[in-house]
């Protein structure tokens, strides 16, 4: 459990078929309202079903649906004198590493007030775009590196191994994205057209350790959960990539490239 008070708000029409597989996330808060529709029989029932705290929004919907009037709806019912307040969406399922997650960040000041969005990403940069992709907790990050030895038979004994060096080092990316909410699909669509350069991309972890240039070699992306317009509300992605060189050995090539492009510029 997390030792800090947490109010938390989700909006919910029409969108009960997915709440109630998130009914765990009960227990990471102190309290949790649902903002839905009067009309909305199926989440009020759900609501009393699970004892959870619900109001009804009298401004969800004007012209469109304005899920962000409903939102401020639900904090300003739980008061503004709380230390965190914490927005989710009906369709987030909280894993259990939430707490330590959590727990192990700290902010001070004005930026208690903020959303939990913040604590919740764990953050690589891939390339050198201005947004990071964001991996978040149930993101997954693989590393293969292999290693060459060769075998020689010896008679009479075992066979001993003569160290050959190493072999490619591979990563395997699989994350998630929510538009709109965390992350956005432009920096998925902007890689896809970066691998299609050819040219190596910086990897940074998210404490801000270079591990080196990396090549894009392949690509995966899911859609699910869409919305009327047709948008996807989740974006599963799979990115394969493979070391290309070490940062150092990657800027020191890019600097002579450069260097001998400006001397057969000048004709020298």
């Not at 300003?76 to 997650?101: M, Q, R």
């Not at 890019?254 to 000048?266: E, H, P």
Request: net charge negative; charged share 20%; aromatic share 12%.
């Amino acid at each position: 459990m997390v030792p800090i008070d947490i109010h938390a708000v989700t909006v919910c029409v029409n969108f009960s078929h997915y709440l109630k597989y998130c009914i765990s996330n009960k227990r990471f808060f102190k309290r949790w309202v649902i903002v839905t529709h009067e009309d909305d029989k199926e989440t009020i029932k759900l609501c009393k079903k699970h004892d959870l705290e619900y109001i009804f929004s009298k401004k969800i919907y004007t012209r469109t649906f304005n899920k962000g009037a409903a939102v401020n709806e639900g904090f300003n019912y739980l008061g503004k004198d709380k230390e965190w307040y914490c927005h989710i969406d009906a369709d987030v399922l909280l894993n259990e590493n939430f707490p330590s997650t959590f727990t192990s960040t700290h902010i001070e000041g004005k930026l208690r007030h903020t959303y939990l969005e913040r604590v919740l990403k764990h953050q690589h940069q891939l390339g050198t775009l201005p947004d990071a992709l964001y991996l978040y907790t149930m993101g997954r990050i693989n590393l293969l590196a292999d290693i060459y030895w060769s075998s020689q038979t010896v008679i009479g004994q075992q066979p001993v191994y003569q160290y050959l060096g190493h072999g490619e080092n591979t990563i395997n990316i699989e994350g998630k994205i929510y538009p709109g909410q965390y992350g956005s699909r432009l920096e998925l669509m902007i890689l896809e057209q970066s691998a299609g350069l050819g040219i190596p991309m910086p990897f940074f972890s998210s404490s801000g350790l270079s591990l080196g240039a990396w090549c894009i070699t392949s690509f995966k992306e899911v859609d699910t959960c869409f919305m009327d317009t047709g948008d996807p509300r989740s974006i599963d992605f799979t990115i394969g990539l493979v070391q290309y060189a070490s940062l150092a050995d990657y800027l020191t090539e890019a600097a002579g490239n450069l260097l001998k492009s400006s001397v057969d510029n000048l004709g020298i």
